[in-house]
């Protein structure tokens, strides 16, 4: 599984939602801040203004997307070049203790014209939930949350492979971009058990140990063993939901052999032991699912 990939399958917790919307001027709308989500409207018919003030509007266009990775608020107005406008809006859930860093990252709110429209698998990712969405053809109940984990990485790819950057940039745009590093990267994600060295790593990068571990601090901000760490306690604290994974099972696959050792860094990391962190997660999401407020 390549990092972007992976980062997404372990942040991304429940059901994506969306709905195609149909807007006649004259028309407002606020999107509020919604921490632990992310969002998205894309134009499908017409023409709207997208309004982050202190800046300038933005006047959106069909094929235009608007993505707020962070739950970032805005405002979306009609537009006098158009009566009515159609979009698709939609979220994902996401868990704030295990957003990556890449993710961090990404500025508050992205908009990717239509000119980025040829990327063909982004196309068809907004093609298939225009189709979808309030479909009642058999098959679109499981159809529909495909399609929005499509465009959400094809969102991602799309900023990540147009983001301009030169030698001289850092940054988890960079190191995504840089062959060498992101060969350690992989190798990282791909076995988290393994008991790497930075040796072992910077062969993985065709590099010397010191080149090595010079571009990775540079790139991502951390030592390649610190962010081994991070990624293995992130990967442990997904895998302790699964109601029928043991602590000693969840220690093994990511590379501790002593289930006390494993429960230490954990707390290390988390501040709370495995099992009183997987005791105190699940409760909360079942609280949340009870909530008639949070519900839908």
Known sequence: MDILSDVISAVRVG??????????????????????????????????????????????GPGDIVFSPHGNGYTMTDHAAS??????????????EWTHPLLRELPG?????ARLGHDTGLRAA???????LGSSRLGAAALLPVALDMLLLYVLRAWFEGHPRDETATGWAAALADPDISAALNAMHDDPAHPWTVQELADRARLSRATFS???????????????????????????????????????????????????????????????YRHQVLTRRRTTAMDPATAG
């Open 109 to 113: 709110t992205i908009h990717l014209p």
């Open 126 to 132: 907004v093609d298939i939930l225009g189709a979808e």
């Open 15 to 60: 059901s994506p939602g969306g709905e195609r919307v149909e807007w006649r001027a004259p028309w407002r709308q606020d999107f509020p801040d919604l921490p632990g989500t992310a969002g998205f409207l894309v134009v499908l018919q017409g023409t709207c203004q997208l309004i982050e003030e202190p800046a300038a509007p933005v006047c959106l």
């Open 83 to 96: 009566s009515t406008t159609v979009t698709l809006c939609g979220g994902y859930e996401l868990t704030p």
């Open 214 to 276: 010079r571009r990775f601090g540079a790139l991502t901000g951390q030592p390649p063993l610190t962010y081994l760490t991070w990624w293995r306690m992130t990967t442990a604290a997904r895998l302790l939901l699964q109601p029928a994974a043991s602590i000693e099972a969840v220690a093994s696959r990511v590379g501790y052999t002593s289930e006390f050792a494993f429960s230490n860094a954990f707390k290390r990391h988390f501040r709370l032991a495995p099992g009183r």
